[in-house]
């Protein structure tokens, strides 16, 4: 085994690959976030916060910018039309960008109020989006800008239709990074804590979801260490793949972590593509790497 793996469970050894490299893609950018795989296009997406810009990737051309100035996009997915959803910090709201380039504004606002700054998003298979929204950029000039904040960090649901947008959690401290199991019984929602705050409240917890649109049961699913989890996404088998703050860890669903893929920087956030979605690509402080797995992320988006 290579020294870029550490093993806590032998389910773990099943899958990494040993002879796979960590390889890093790109950097010299200011904070990497939110990347996000477009199998058809055969590229990846992923923000550049602090920079105010959007990345892409391909395998033929490397990075390039894609979308500048971004309104400090955090987090993105694609919806099952295939659309780019995106959390903007700036903008303090969900964004969707149309097949003709286009960017439409899907919610920015809950009870006539502005909401924070959307950092990560998913959409369900009914298309439904689900998002967190804690303050984290409106509380720094680094990833959005200084603004006063007019509502409490919060977890929504914006109904299918793009209509309804509802609360789905608002027992949080930082609600961040998301994630629905395989089968979309369980949402997994990552809690930062308050920023700045050294002894803040970090863990990822579990929801079950209920009648496909409420969640119930919340509970303290993992805590990582060392650092905290930011971004997280799911293998087909349900493993939860997070971030942390030295690498890549693998959590089974029961919240034994297996192993851990190390990296030499923070890991902010981390997704499955290239091909059958086996290879993980993964936002690390200023830099972006991918390593191939023997494992599959789930299917769709
Ligand atoms: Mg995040």
């Given at each position: 085994?290579?020294?870029?793996?550490?093993?806590?469970d032998?389910?773990?050894?099943?899958?990494?690959?040993?002879?796979?490299?960590?390889?890093?893609?790109?950097?010299?950018?200011?904070w990497?976030?939110g990347?996000?795989?477009?199998?058809?296009?055969?590229?990846?997406?992923?923000?550049?916060v602090?920079?105010?810009?959007?990345?892409r990737?391909?395998?033929?051309?490397?990075?390039?910018?894609?979308?500048?100035p971004s309104?400090?996009?955090?987090?993105h997915t694609?919806?099952?039309?295939g659309?780019?959803?995106?959390c903007?910090?700036?903008?303090?709201?969900?964004?969707?960008?149309?097949?003709?380039?286009?960017?439409t504004?899907l919610?920015?606002?809950?009870?006539?109020?502005?909401?924070?700054?959307p950092?990560?998003?998913?959409?369900k298979?009914?298309?439904?989006?689900?998002?967190?929204?804690?303050?984290y950029g409106?509380n720094?000039?680094?990833?959005g800008?200084?603004?006063?904040?007019?509502?409490?960090?919060?977890v929504?649901?914006?109904d299918?239709?793009?209509?309804?947008?509802?609360?789905?959690?608002?027992?949080?401290?930082?609600?961040?990074?998301?994630?629905?199991?395989?089968?979309?019984?369980?949402?997994y929602?990552?809690?930062?804590?308050?920023?700045?705050d050294?002894?803040?409240?970090?863990?990822?917890?579990?929801?079950?979801?209920?009648?496909?649109?409420?969640?119930r049961?919340?509970?303290?699913?993992?805590?990582?260490?060392?650092?905290n989890?930011?971004?997280?996404?799911?293998?087909?088998?349900?493993?939860?793949?997070?971030?942390?703050?030295?690498?890549?860890?693998?959590?089974?669903?029961?919240?034994?972590?297996?192993?851990?893929?190390?990296?030499?920087?923070?890991?902010?956030?981390?997704?499955?593509?290239?091909?059958?979605?086996?290879?993980?690509?993964?936002?690390?402080s200023?830099?972006?790497?991918t390593?191939?797995?023997?494992?599959?992320?789930?299917?769709?988006?």
């Open positions: 085994m290579s020294n870029d793996y550490e093993v806590y032998e389910r773990f050894n099943g899958y990494v690959l040993p002879n796979a490299p960590l390889v890093c893609l790109g950097d010299g950018f200011g990497t976030e990347p996000v795989w477009f199998a058809d296009l055969q590229c990846l997406l992923f923000s550049d602090p920079n105010n810009r959007v990345m990737w391909t395998s033929s051309g490397g990075v390039s910018v894609f979308r500048e309104q400090f996009e955090n987090g694609r919806d099952r039309q659309r780019l959803v995106s903007s910090h700036r903008d303090r709201g969900i964004t969707r960008t149309e097949l003709d380039g286009t960017v504004m919610a920015d606002r809950f009870d006539g109020r502005r909401l924070n700054s950092n990560d998003v998913v959409v298979s009914d298309g439904s989006i689900w998002f967190s929204d804690p303050p409106i720094t000039d680094y990833e800008g200084k603004q006063i904040q007019e509502r409490p960090a919060t929504y649901r914006l299918p239709a793009g209509r309804e947008l509802s609360i789905v959690a608002d027992d949080l401290v930082g609600p961040n990074g998301l994630c629905f199991s395989p089968d979309e019984a369980v949402l929602v990552v809690e930062t804590g308050r920023q700045f050294p002894k803040a409240t970090q863990y990822i917890r579990a929801y079950d979801v209920e009648a496909g649109s409420q969640l049961n919340g509970r303290v699913f993992h805590s990582v260490k060392p650092g989890a930011d971004g997280i996404c799911c293998d087909q088998d349900g493993n939860l793949w997070s971030s942390a703050g030295d690498g890549v860890h693998c959590i089974a669903p029961d919240g034994t972590l297996l192993g851990k893929i190390k990296l030499p920087f923070t890991v902010s956030n981390l997704t499955f593509g290239g091909r059958n979605r086996s290879q993980l690509f993964i936002c690390a200023h830099a972006l790497f390593i191939s797995t023997n494992q599959r992320g789930v299917v769709f988006p």
